[in-house]
């Protein structure tokens, strides 16, 4: 393994006190994240290219009309952005259910059409998340471009101040873990020190609940898209992406 995984998994035991297998083994242990509710959005969907009349229908994204979904980017090598933020959010899930929390997906496999983006919002407003993360990479098109960034929500009409700070707490405890563990670097190319915040999507803006995107990097870089493709890069990702939402929902900043 190397340094910098053994750092995150470190982090994480640290962290947490007890690794998850040593909770679940005590009864009478509380889990970290017991009761807590968080909502994972793995961007676009697989079969969303079968369907671009029913992705390409608008709907009112809190500022300005878009389309219910889009297609994603891809690497050189075809593998799909929708492929790569299915994995992650599995992952992501599998480590935040053993640290006791109640996780729930935006859609069911990456098969299917969508939801648009007004919905996904919705499901973690329903739920009433503590905390709600849009999981993508980006696609950029210079090859110099590169890196992660994390999105955070501007105030919108309908949003409470503390929603948005909440989310840009969230974004920030996410960009320090992905910044000292994550795969990639922090961006060269958006925003400052890997934070970005933004009016124009739908699923920040029509959040009620904390809630971010993660873009990884840049697909279309020789860079990042290898580590994109590889299965240990999505697992160093998700391990970062968790351990940043870990340390917000249990007030830890390291």
């Not at 994480?12 to 959005?41: F, I, K, T």
């Not at 369907?51 to 050189?76: M, N, Y």
């Not at 890997?194 to 803006?205: K, Q």
Request: charged share 25%; glycine share 10%; aromatic share 4%.
């Amino acid at each position: 393994m190397s340094p910098r995984r053994l750092a995150l998994a470190a982090g994480l035991a640290a962290l947490l006190a007890l690794p998850a297998p040593a909770l679940a083994d005590r009864p009478g242990q509380r889990l970290p994240l017991e009761g807590r509710v968080v909502v994972l959005d793995p961007g676009h969907n697989g079969g969303n290219w079968t369907h671009p009349e029913r992705i390409a229908h608008e709907v009112w994204a809190g500022t300005l009309a878009k389309p219910c979904d889009t297609f994603g980017t891809r690497t050189a090598n075809d593998y799909r952005e929708a492929e790569h933020n299915w994995d992650v959010a599995l992952r992501v899930r599998t480590i935040l259910r053993r640290q006791g929390a109640r996780v729930v997906l935006t859609r069911r496999s990456n098969s299917g059409v969508g939801p648009c983006i007004t919905e996904r919002a919705a499901i973690g407003n329903r739920v009433r998340a503590d905390a709600a993360v849009s999981i993508h990479a980006d696609g950029a098109d210079a090859d110099e471009l590169r890196g992660f960034h994390v999105i955070v929500p501007r105030h919108v009409q309908g949003q409470t101040a503390r929603m948005v700070s909440r989310s840009h707490a969230l974004g920030v405890a996410i960009r320090n873990a992905l910044r000292d563990h994550g795969p990639t670097p922090v961006s060269n190319y958006q925003g400052e020190n890997g934070i970005v915040a933004r009016d124009d999507l739908g699923g920040l803006n029509l959040s009620t609940v904390p809630k971010v995107f993660t873009e990884i990097g840049n697909m279309r870089s020789r860079h990042d898209a290898p580590i994109i493709e590889s299965e240990a890069g999505r697992q160093q990702e998700a391990e970062a992406i968790a351990l940043g939402l870990v340390r917000f929902l249990t007030g830890r900043r390291a």
